[in-house]
């Protein structure tokens, strides 16, 4: 039976425009918009006769053809082709994003647009299950389609027919066809088969997600996402929006850009394969699959609406993974113990934003302190008063001075200082210190009253050799004979040496900005910006050192302690530290050989009385 032409209402490719430039994110996704009318159509027929089992898809082939989706489905009348017609006719920007889920005839005629993208001609053949002739209707993407009743007996469901437009054929052929079901629709309740050139290929499997399988398929489907067997397996669900799943937590540190994501399903088709909101943000230590059937998807279906039921679903199924964490400590202490090791530098950053948690795993994390790595839970209970660097150099600078009856933690790494800071609040018996560098040099003992004006004499020819250097020199007697000296910092001269380490590499513009930096600084009526070399009195080398008359040995000497100091406390050298370090060891050698004839003193810059021949 034939029929007249007709002409859809709208701008119909307008309306494939915005799909595929503001709604979809590819082409690829027709097929799964064709699974969708498919699967509903199953779905909706089950309610009539209690029929319909599936979904045969037959591609396009090498030498051309069209492609094929049928479904058994509940099929259309007549006159629901005619409100399908409507539906499409009128489809609006406003039409696509706010379309409900119930309404079956608009999703049915949103995914059909979406075929549109893919090809110039569509024919949709279809039988209801309630009775009636079938129907075919065929659509040009030039705005035209027109409807026939068919004469031919056809049975009950839809049969959509695309003929694909060239630069989309591969799209419809059997590998691409394969991937799209698979990703899409492996987990359907349906059974979807492929007519691939091989033979039939059933792409349906049970989602062990779900529960469908025993924990060996959930555990394989664990390392296919994750790449890794995971750690462990985390159950989550929400039963008011049904929605459940699986988080696999990662047996490896995420980089710390990265944000969590899960792969979505809904109603068992894939909705996103990373969606950022299902999970809260601090779940950086999962990889999740969730399937839900009651969260709303945008237009788009790509992405979860974000309104009051997904943050209740974000809030409960992060609630589930909390508690697996503070389970651990009591069924499975040396997985925590592992989870910790992998996730601490992620688990440092959560503690300071949820106290529940930080009140449990915070004395499983550790930190680096004068006595080696220990954990806080035991820092805490061996130590009630501690203090810490805020800075990786401080802690440098005066970890060789800490006596070793007390501890001092290394607040430099990231999160560590404000953790510490955190301790008397999660542990009420405990007081943290922050330690300032310059008084931890005025803690130390000056020399014996015998010995004193011997270190001052130390200190003034010390201090001559490095005046250049732009550090000062104090004697302290320290507690560790093996130490010679330290070179010592306040962040304020750390600063100041980095911008002079940047001026002299930098163009004139911004060698002037940090000269007037520094000039402004100082005009601020500080102390003396310098750098500190404190020599230890209780160290052979540099009670030696006070009492070597020759100036020449005494300078080369200091200048090598000065160096040596720098290195220990991992401070970086310039190129002028360097050719020191380089002079000295050369001229020490030199003196050592008895080798003074015309012996290079330039650079000494020593008072007179330091400069006589002895």
Known sequence: MGADVQQFQVDLRGVVDLLSRHIY???????????????????????????????RITPLADDGGEFVL???????????????????????????FDMPRSDYLGQFGIGLLSCFMVSDRIVIRSRSARGG?????????????QVVELDEEVPVGTSVHLTPRSEHADLLRPAAVRQLAQDFGEFLPVRITIAMPGGDLEVTRPAPFLGEGDTQAAL????????????????????????????????????????????????????????????????????????????????????????GALEHVREQLGAGIRRWVLELGLTAPHLLTQFVAVHELGLKSLVRHDDELARFITRWLSVETTHGSVRIGDLVERHRHIRYARTVDEFRQVAGIIPSSEVLVNGGYLHDADLIAELPALFPEVTVEQIDVTGELDRLDPPPLDDREAAIALEARAG???????????????????????????????????????????????????ARIDDTIG?????????????????RVVRTLSAVDDDAVFARTVQLLYIQALLAGHHPLTDADRALMTTALTDLVALSAGVRDDFPFDGLDLPDAFTEEP
């Open 25 to 55: 994110s590819g082409p690829r996704v027709y097929l799964r918009e064709l699974l969708q009318n498919a699967r509903d159509a199953i779905a909706a027929r089950s309610e009539v006769d209690g029929g319909g089992t599936g979904i």
């Open 70 to 96: 049928r479904d058994d489905g509940v099929g259309l009348t007549a006159s629901e082709v005619a409100d399908l017609l409507a539906t499409v006719g009128r489809t609006s920007k406003r039409d696509i």
């Open 133 to 145: 002739a079938g129907v075919e209707w065929t659509g040009s993407s030039d705005g035209t389609f």
């Open 220 to 307: 394989a489907y664990g390392r296919d996402l994750i790449g890794a067997t995971p750690m462990d397996i985390i159950e989550i669900s929400e039963p008011a929006t049904g929605t459940r799943g699986l988080a696999y937590v990662l047996p490896f540190a995420p980089p710390p850009n990265l944000r969590q994501a899960t792969r979505t399903y809904l109603g068992r088709m894939l909705l996103a394969e990373r969606s950022t909101e299902v999970l809260p943000d601090w779940a950086f230590f999962v990889r999740a699959v969730v399937d839900t059937t009651g969260l709303s998807p945008t237009a788009s279906r790509e992405s979860l609406v974000e309104d």
């Open 464 to 514: 001559a050799v490095l005046a250049a250097s732009g550090c000062a020199v104090i004697v302290r007697a320290i507690d560790r004979a093996d130490l010679s000296g330290l070179y010592v910092a306040d962040p304020r001269v750390l600063r100041a040496i980095d911008r002079g380490r940047t001026r002299g590499i930098a163009g004139g513009l911004w060698g002037g900005v940090l």
């Open 523 to 539: 005009d601020a009526g500080d102390d003396d910006v310098r750098a500190r070399l404190c020599l230890n009195w209780s160290n």
